[in-house]
């Protein structure tokens, strides 16, 4: 199985990922039946679940050719970021980190464990190699090294910290978080829109800067435009959660109101 999200990110290729809760497999598969997007993130940080689910998620973008990775909690990041990728995810997006620092320390705990790398994962017997088994150590450490790592810039510090961030080995992408950003700043992004507009946009020039590909969520084709013109490539169209609330919200005030239409008219 190819990673499909690192050969894009050393293509330079255009990428589209979208973002599921559910761990139900079929959702990952609907995905993949369209054929049009890189990988799936699903989002760990808000939804419940298990390592079998972890494998059954993978299994099913494998079957799609896609890659999946997942947003894990800051709190148990090494424990998660591990046994996901032992489970077969090819990508980690970390959160809550505020410097260059904290960056280098977690991307230790998911760096294979050889000379002169520094990392602290060892070989783990999981179906990441598909129980088969690499002909040799380094043949599973050159794989794991190829799994794709990015990180939240969502806190003050971290925009603040946002250049030397970028410039740490194994950063592969970044994301701007702007309800984090807000919040940390003492304010609602809806009351201070062009404070987080600017910080979001230091981060995507930093990142093109040093290379470090900037990822912009976005939950309409549309607003991919503004987007476009900054130099970004990788989006992340939508999620789950927020794509069935605004389908169920829109149609249900239209349905709601079509029928009040009809009051006081003879049936």
């Known amino acids: 199985m190819k990673n499909r999200l690192r050969e894009c990110l050393e293509g330079k290729k255009n990428i589209i990922a979208t973002r599921i809760n559910s761990t139900w497999p079929m959702i990952a598969e609907v995905v993949g039946a369209t ?3 890189d990988y ?39 424990y998660v970021a591990q046994k996901a990728l032992a489970s077969g995810f090819q990508g980690i997006l970390f959160t809550d ?6 960056v280098e320390n977690t991307l230790k705990m998911v760096t294979p464990s050889i000379p002169h790398e520094g990392g602290r994962l060892g070989y783990v017997s999981r179906r990441f190699y598909k129980n088969e088994g690499f002909k040799n150590q380094l043949t599973y450490a050159a794989e794991v090294k190829k799994c794709v790592m990015g990180f939240m810039i969502e806190k003050v510090e971290a925009v603040k910290n946002i250049e030397e961030i970028c ?14 950003f807000s919040m940390n700043s003492g304010f609602n992004a809806k009351e201070e829109v062009e404070k987080v507009r600017e910080a979001e946009e230091k981060v995507i020039k ?6 470090v590909s900037p990822r912009a969520e976005i939950n309409s084709a549309e607003e991919a435009e503004r987007y476009i013109k900054l130099g970004v490539r990788h989006f992340a169209l939508g999620s789950e959660l927020k794509i ?22 003879k049936i």
Request: proline content about 3%.
């Open 244 to 265: 069935e609330k605004m389908f169920w919200t829109d149609n249900g005030e239209c349905l709601m109101g079509k029928l009040n239409d009809l009051r006081g008219e």
């Open 35 to 37: 054929g049009l997007y």
């Open 206 to 211: 930093t990142a093109l800067k040093y290379g």
């Open 97 to 102: 980190h505020k410097t260059a620092e904290e």
């Open 40 to 78: 799936i993130e699903f989002l760990g940080e808000y939804a419940p679940y298990n390592q079998y689910d972890l494998e059954n998620i993978a299994r099913a973008c494998e079957l799609h050719n896609m890659s999946c990775i997942i947003k894990i909690d800051y709190a148990n990041r090494d």
């Open 167 to 180: 410039q740490v080995p194994g950063v592969d992408f970044v994301q701007f978080g702007p309800a984090d």
